[in-house]
């Protein structure tokens, strides 16, 4: 310990993924870290890459970060670790991301300092080279959490991580911290995005890529469209897939109906104006977007993905579609365009059923994870 706190280094491959901004994880530990107790716990970050414009988010919060601008393979990473880990001399590394979890491994059992192994995603498509690694480094696995049940058996099945070192921590979100946009800032936002006043909002947050699932969501607008033509589609986020959505959209002649925002700052606006939410996601850890729509009182329509299932409760706080199913997508969709007042009971179960997610119950897991670790 440090001035008598617990000492917590978080390293991290990289603060943000090409094309949109800010990683998800990178959002995720600004959460924790301002919801930690600071007179307890002292927190620092080391990014195994080049500096970024996202380290502004932990200046904010004064969180001291390290830059080491090497790549998630290169062997010099474990002098950088062990150099920095002799000058700050932590109580324990928590590592996100196959990089650090792979440095950080080996860097942990040098320095005879326990490990925490963050897993977010699912993966099963990883590098065979990550298969190898995780093999040979499972044994010096202190601990691995996994933000969702799902990912907890990927941890198991794809990582090699033993049973008995696992233990899941859903992610959070500050529930009662939630900015509800006013009437002004709505009305604004909707002139500014040229959206019709009388016109319906489904939205979608989420980064531009394939993993995604875009193209499902764009199938089943072209079916709602035809029985409901005043519903705009708001896709809110970046990425390398902007150019083939919007494409897509144009090829299905729903172009005047879908609206891309780019990289949005103030995403609890774009919900405040929406109707619906939809999660079309074909893979993910945790679904921190559907929470946050949730928090909004927005009725959620979505793949079974990323933790949904223990989530949402199907027709009671929002409706669990099969996965890749255009059809029941639309249906659903079309059943709360139909229903104000469905819709509005939903969104309201949904607000209610959110707070047991909030961002302090993550945080008071990790707080006794860190301190049996550590002690």
């Known amino acids: ?6 000492k917590i280094v978080h390293v991290i491959d990289k603060l943000s993924v090409d094309g949109s901004g800010v990683h998800g994880v990178t959002k995720v530990l600004e959460s924790w870290i301002k919801n930690f107790n600071r007179e307890e716990f002292e927190f620092s970050i080391i990014s195994l890459r080049a500096q970024e414009k996202a380290e502004e988010i932990f200046q904010k919060i004064n969180v001291p970060i390290k830059f080491l601008n090497r790549s998630k393979i290169d062997p010099r990473t474990i002098l950088d670790l062990t150099k920095i880990i002799n000058q700050e001399k932590p109580d324990l590394l928590h590592l996100h991301g196959y990089g650090a979890a792979n440095f950080g491994r ?44 799902d990912v907890v058996k990927f941890l198991q099945e794809y990582r090699k991580t033993k049973k008995e070192k696992l233990e899941v921590i859903n992610n959070g979100i500050d529930t009662e911290g939630f900015k509800i946009p006013t009437e002004e800032q709505i009305i604004k936002e909707r002139d500014r995005l040229k959206i019709p006043g009388d016109y319906k909002v489904v939205c979608k947050v989420g980064r531009l890529d394939r993993g995604k699932g875009h193209e499902y969501l764009f199938r089943a607008a072209k079916k709602v469209l035809n029985v409901h033509p005043k519903t705009i589609f708001l896709i809110v986020g970046a990425g390398p897939e902007h150019e083939r959505l919007e494409a897509l959209t144009h090829e299905l002649k729903i172009n005047n109906n879908v609206v891309f925002t780019g990289y949005h700052t103030h995403v609890e606006v774009c ?48 409706f669990i579609v099969p996965m890749k199913d255009v059809d029941k997508l639309e249906e659903k969709i079309s059943l709360l365009l ?15 059923d959110c707070k047991n997610f909030d961002v302090k119950y993550s945080v008071q897991k990790l707080a006794n994870l860190y301190k049996t670790l550590i002690n």
């Open 338 to 352: 139909n229903d104000d007042e469905l819709s509005r009971k939903i969104g309201d179960c949904a607000k209610v």
């Open 271 to 318: 919900l405040g104006l929406s109707n619906i939410f939809a999660f079309t996601s074909l893979s993910e850890g945790f679904c921190v977007s559907v929470l946050e729509a949730m928090n909004a009182g927005l009725p959620v329509v979505s793949f079974p993905v990323g933790g949904v299932n223990e989530l949402i409760q199907d027709s009671k706080n929002g």
């Open 106 to 149: 080996i860097v942990s059992k040098i320095k005879k300092i326990p490990n925490l192994v963050h897993e977010h995603a699912i993966l099963t498509n990883q590098p065979f080279y990550q298969t190898i690694a995780d093999t040979i480094l499972a044994p010096l696995t202190d601990k691995a959490v996994g933000v969702s049940s």
């Open 1 to 6: 310990m440090k001035n008598g706190k617990y």
